[in-house]
């Protein structure tokens, strides 16, 4: 955030006298929910890991309180008999770290101003190139150098 306070955009806000607040509200925050979402969202899920992980070495919520790693300490008697004991546990930790991960990079995408601007200016120029398809073939077929009796195939 410091950084971003140095920017140039910043600096020109100064320059033409908003104020602190004005400046934290319209052009710091902007610059910075993205990546404050992505760094939460990843957090969130080092946390699920490491609450796991200690869960299963024993330091985690007291026994009769499901946890998923106490799950899989306990599985581990049962591999040979029972192997889902094990296996839903654990893919049901990494489904939800690899869901807040998704989460996290979708949401920056939402919000960051500069890939924000990138998208719209794609989405704008794939609109156009939908719009472009769907015109009957004898009027693209004159577009192209071909003659109107031409057939377009694609």
């Known amino acids: ?83 889902q004991l094990l296996i839903y546990p654990g893919l049901a930790i990494t489904l939800v770290v690899l869901c807040f991960n998704l989460a996290g990079d979708g949401l920056r995408d939402c919000l960051d101003p500069r890939v924000l601007g990138v998208s719209r200016r794609l989405g704008a120029k794939l609109r156009g190139r939908r719009a472009a398809g769907r015109r009957p073939a004898h009027q693209r077929a004159g577009e192209q150098g071909r003659d109107a009796s031409s057939t377009d195939l694609r």
């Open 1 to 83: 955030m410091i950084s971003i306070g140095q920017r140039e955009f910043v600096e020109a806000a100064r320059g033409l006298g908003a104020t602190r607040r004005r400046i934290a509200a319209r052009e710091i925050a902007p610059n910075v929910v993205g990546t404050v979402v992505v760094l939460s969202t990843l957090d969130l899920g080092r946390i699920l890991l490491a609450v796991s992980g200690l869960s299963f070495l024993g330091f985690g919520v007291a026994l009769p309180t499901p946890e998923w790693g106490a799950m899989i300490a306990e599985a581990r008697a049962y591999l040979d008999r029972a192997p």
